[in-house]
């Protein structure tokens, strides 16, 4: 067993071999622009770039892969997603539905949109963190454009019903987006079955490169119409502007590809150990809390309160494994999860939450490993806490 241990694989993945492999070709001998139409070099990526293309249509279901519109990653498809298509003014149509759980790249956009005058409806969830897709229902109006809802949050792993919620929009006429980062390749996600209009994803969550995602446009039934954030050159149809990254898309097809594959497999191997590993936690400390829905919960996620304890204070007496408190996207802020608060957390809850994200290289061993390291310090930090409160106690006068 190699130190230190990774369970972070919510915030990113190390690429697969077979990926790395895919992608090697097109860092030399066939290094052309897939937009230079007029010589082999060029004819070469832009054949790489379209079977690339449609791998990731056939993954998620779509019905042509001139749907899927490549990009620098899910933030980036997020904010095409929901910038291009309110600012497209469909009707006059100017109000935004979406989850107080959200990734902060729709959270964050929405608020943008404020800035421009459009509306927002910020859903609550329940305390698993479930969304009621009645709440959907009821906060759909005449003017709404746009409802954002992530497949599967990335701090605390609940799986959203997106079908149902589907349904609801495509009888109100209203588009469907969701942030699928975390569920691509991980679950069955189809967007003919979900009657999603919008899908964001990318690679890096799944075996594949940083620095490259995708964007699902619904193209009939109905047709999509976005504006782009990008301008110059014409590329992905227009909407997405810039000379595309061949190695990584080719690499992001192939992590697709392999993730789908093994997909089952995968996820019984995974949730088998997560829930090991809560087990010997919930056996070896007290007053613990799993946050979300285990019974719609990624295979890999665990994110557990371990009360009487700061997280910080446990992340840095743990250096052999690799941990987070919440979403390394917010990391550099100080401010507490707010995917936990929205679960009606009291601040020193939310405070001791540590995030477990289990992998294709995690190993029983690993498991037993942290395991028993976790209930070590959180024993030891709660013993130093009551004698710090005990000392405290006896100085008052």
């Known amino acids: 067993m190699k130190l230190p241990i990774y369970l972070d694989h919510h915030a990113t993945t190390p ?25 082999v070099f060029g004819w070469r990526a832009e054949a ?21 519109l490549f990009t620098s990653g899910a933030t980036e498809s997020d904010n095409l997603a929901l910038k291009g298509l309110v600012r497209a003014g469909r009707e006059g149509k100017n109000h935004i539905v ?13 608020r943008a949109l404020e800035g421009e005058g459009f509306l927002v409806s910020l859903l609550s969830v329940g305390s698993d963190g479930l969304l009621d897709p009645d709440e959907v229902a009821r906060a759909i109006g005449p003017r709404t454009a746009l409802v954002s809802v992530m497949a599967a949050n990335n701090e605390i792993g609940t799986l959203q019903p997106l079908a149902e919620i589907g349904r609801i929009c495509r009888a109100q006429g209203v588009a469907f987006h969701s942030d699928a980062a975390q569920a691509v390749g991980k ?37 999509l119409r976005i504006e782009p954030l990008l301008h110059g050159g014409g590329h992905e149809r227009g909407l997405r502007s810039g000379t595309l990254p061949v190695p990584l898309v080719v690499g992001f097809a192939k992590a697709v590809e392999l993730a789908v594959a093994e997909r089952e497999q995968e996820a019984s191997r995974t949730a088998g150990l997560r829930d090991r590993l809560w087990q010997q936690l919930r056996d070896g400390l007290e007053g613990l809390r799993r946050n979300g829905a285990p019974g719609h919960c990624l295979p890999g996620s665990l994110n557990v309160c371990f009360p009487g304890v700061e997280a910080a204070s446990l992340m840095v007496a743990l250096p052999e494994l690799a941990l987070s408190s919440g979403s ?30 289990l992998g294709r290289g995690t190993t029983p ?8 390291r976790v209930i070590q310090e959180v024993r030891r930090l709660r013993s130093e806490g009551r004698r710090a409160t005990v000392t405290a106690r006896s100085a008052l006068p």
Do not use: W
């Open 98 to 110: 979406t989850v107080s759980t959200e990734h902060r790249a729709v959270l964050d956009t929405c």
């Open 187 to 223: 679950i069955p996600l189809d967007v003919e079955a979900a009657q999603l209009d919008l899908l964001s994803f990318c690679a890096h969550k799944i075996y594949g490169p940083k620095g490259v995602g995708a964007l699902y446009v619904r193209a009939r039934r109905p047709r």
């Open 48 to 68: 790489a770039v379209e079977s690339a293309r449609e791998s990731l249509a056939r993954c998620i279901g779509a019905q042509s892969s001139s749907e899927v």
């Open 328 to 357: 390394a996207c917010t990391s550099a802020t100080p401010e507490p999860s707010h995917v936990l608060r929205a679960l009606g957390l009291a601040p020193e809850l939310v405070n001791s939450a540590l995030r477990f994200g």
């Open 15 to 39: 690429a697969d071999p077979r990926v790395v492999s895919a992608m090697m070709p097109y860092f030399g001998d066939d290094f052309g622009n897939p937009a230079s139409h007029t010589h």
């Open 365 to 372: 061993e690993e498991i037993d490993f942290a395991a028993d």
